[in-house]
């Protein structure tokens, strides 16, 4: 039975609607950007917060997704319905969390690739094994953190898929399918807003903390998309271009946000532009 949702502020968070995902996937990607990642830990209950600063779109037909080749077991949920979450294992040691994108069917996603976190901070440092800023011991001083220059032991929570993932303790046995419009049992979930307690980050005992960043102030880019061998020159991956959480920084093909999309024609494919 999940947790109350009234003792974890769950009940305070209005999901992304379905229709926000049925759309082209490079959109979604865009704007999900400043967006929240939100995961309810039963055994507390505590939330699990983190805004997105960085994401990959794979449209269906591109030879860098997986599923360009059609459906198979590993790849079924991102033919089923937008809003649902597509979960893989790689390489042999971590996670990936996607959000199936575009029509149903379609085999588009967004991969979520960087976040800032922002509250269950302790819980996030657990999962992924590493210790959070403390006071030194030798000077009294304190680890003070900002979005722009944070400790480095917070910007490894999740500036990465795999340390995203496993900050998260996502998996493809728990959540590989689930919605993240927050109405099945995962209780994983995306947002646009956060209420004013989430949106000030969480205080360290060290002292300090991060707070989220408002998307209207911060300049999107758009870049190559990462460890792919296939469709390189494509400019599918989204990223807040100043944050310090980013996995990793805009490169020489970098260009400002381009909702006009006039850089298609690289695999000469459609939008799935759905209403």
């Known amino acids: 039975m999940p947790a109350p949702r009234s003792r974890t502020g769950l009940h305070q968070l209005t999901p992304l609607p379905q229709s926000f995902y049925a759309r082209d996937a490079r959109l979604v990607a865009a704007d999900l950007i400043g967006c929240y990642l939100v995961s309810l830990v039963r055994q507390k209950p505590q939330l699990l917060v983190a805004q997105i600063v960085e994401t990959e779109a794979y449209l269906a037909g591109d030879p860098a997704s997986h599923s360009y080749r059609g459906p198979t077991a590993r790849n079924a949920a991102m033919f089923g319905r937008p809003g649902r979450a597509y979960v893989y294992f790689v390489y042999g040691n971590h996670h ?24 269950g901070l302790a819980a996030m440092a657990a999962n992924r094994g590493l210790a959070l800023p403390r006071r030194s011991a030798r000077t009294g001083s304190v680890q003070t953190t900002d979005n722009a220059r944070p400790a480095r032991a917070l910007r490894e929570l999740c500036n990465g898929p795999g340390k995203l993932a496993q900050a998260f303790a996502l ?17 994983l979930l995306l947002t646009r ?5 989430i949106a000030r980050g969480e205080q360290l005992a060290a002292g300090g903390g991060i707070r989220a960043f408002d998307p209207g102030e911060v300049a999107v880019v ?3 998309r990462v460890g792919i061998s296939r469709a390189r020159d494509a400019l599918w991956r989204y990223l807040a ?16 946000l381009d909702y006009a999309m006039d850089h298609v024609p690289a695999l000469n494919l459609p939008p799935e532009m759905i209403s």
């Open 222 to 224: 758009q870049d190559r």
């Open 193 to 197: 807003s956060a209420p004013d307690a």
């Open 241 to 256: 271009a100043d944050n310090a959480f980013v996995s990793r920084k805009p490169g020489p093909a970098a260009r400002a």
């Open 96 to 119: 990936c969390l996607n959000v199936v994108s575009g029509a149903e069917g379609s085999g588009a996603a967004v991969l979520l690739r960087a976040a800032v976190p922002l509250s």
């Open 171 to 187: 998996s493809r046995a728990s959540h590989d399918g689930c919605s993240l419009a927050g109405d099945d049992d995962a209780q």
